[in-house]
């Protein structure tokens, strides 16, 4: 059965800094990320730059450093990797996997 | 037609069915069963644990300090699911600090408990933790027939205000029957009152000797004629399909390397005093925590390797697992198959007794429904001897 669409994620800057939802189970197979958002009961698989994103997500970490490690890791061109990461991440923010720890990064 | 029960949120997510292969494929388990107490509040009559009210044994349940160092290691196997169980899980002074402790390493837990020790209005505490689903057991449909099998007055009632709690909070429940002579026939009652709790369902007719090796406990399994009566009732209340009879029915062959479970390759057991076992049912320890490294006793423990490689051309009987029906559709359990006659590889006498009064319930209903004499049927017919 398809998933309902879901409204989109909240509005996030590159200083939005973001971490795991703490009721969260979690584990990393090969290059997957399964991930249970426990009081939503729903169970999701993420492959890839998802997994990773994820992965870097475990401790509070800003958009901008979500990119910058994506853009390492996988040499991809910065403003590709800046739309895709941000919509990803407010997907995540949507499903509950992920929760924004701090609006803006703290000077 | 009677309302649908609810499923396991994990059972039908491809990917992490898909996931959890790949771990088990690479060699490592992917949940564990944690009994944290043998003590237990209730008595029920099927229970294989002896332990009862008291801690029997002489021997220290695990610290917290020394279950925090086995959720450490389970983490590090990549263990992704927890079920909590006992005896009763709540008795245990520190069952909170077990779940707080769980959650921060981020398994999904699951409990397993009768619901009738801690008050209703205590479980919201579970918000809080990443327990995502607690298994309870109904006995009968009321309070007199309940209780009397748990021999603890009041717990049908604490225990359905406690399901109740559950799903005003969102988490999943599912209730399981052990069907026995005393309770059978309030099949209906029960899956009435299981589908207005809004919770899952799953029964059993299997009932194993105790742990010390008594047989006590037998006493509550249903003869032939009772079981035959309750599938068939079954079979009619849930107005199963010709087709879903057909294929219930069918017998399938059986591949000679295929494995009869999970225990040791997927899963295993840790009892309440740091005793590793490959399932709940197979008594044979692997290791002690107290003594070895959990990575230690999971690769190499002897007991754990041997049960591991276990395929159905090991049993005893493999010969008839190509043609005898008997066999082929009859539980290959191996924690049964120990507790009944002491070898892992020899096929439980239990186990073939409810494949063939199954498969003669099947056969009757199947008849009925295609003569047009189920409607007018008793719901609970004598079995055919």
Known sequence: MAEPPLPAGPHVTPETVVRRERLTACRFVDDWAVVMVTRENRVYRFEGTGARIVSLAEDPVSLAGLCDAICREYDAPRERVETDVTGFVRDLLARKVLVIARPEREN | MNRPLRRDVLE?????????????????????????????????????????????????????????????????LGIFLITFTGGEFFVHQHAFRYLDEATARGFAIRI????????????????????????????GADEETHDRFTRRPGSFDRMIASVRELRRLGISVTMKTCWTKYNWRQYGAILDLVASLDAGFRGTCFIQPRNDGGKENLEVRMNNEELHALMYAIHKYHGTSAEEIRRLSEVKGIEPQGHTCGAARMSFHLNPYGDVFACVDLQIPAGSLREKALEDIWFNSDVLKSIRKVTFADFSEQDRLEDDPEILSCSKCMGANLREKGDILCVSEEAKRLATVMGRARAQYLADLESGALAGADPAPKAVP
């Not at chain 2, 002489?58 to 279950?67: D, H, K, N, T």
């Not at chain 2, 020790?117 to 990443?130: G, H, I, S």
Request: charged content about 25%; some cysteine.
């Open chain 2, 112 to 139: 397993f408990s009768g619901l009738a020790f801690l008050p209703a209005d205590q479980l919201d505490r579970l918000l809080d933790t990443n327990v995502f689903q607690v298994e309870t057991s109904i006995h």
């Open chain 2, 12 to 76: 039908e997510n491809r990917g992490y069915l898909e996931a959890m292969n790949a771990h088990v494929n690479s060699g490592k388990p992917w949940m564990v069963n944690v009994e944290v107490t043998n003590r237990c509040n209730l008595s029920c009559g099927h229970c294989y644990l002896v332990e009862g009210r008291i801690e029997k044994s002489g021997r220290a349940e695990l610290s917290p300090e020394e279950m925090a160092s086995a959720l450490d290691q389970m983490r590090d």
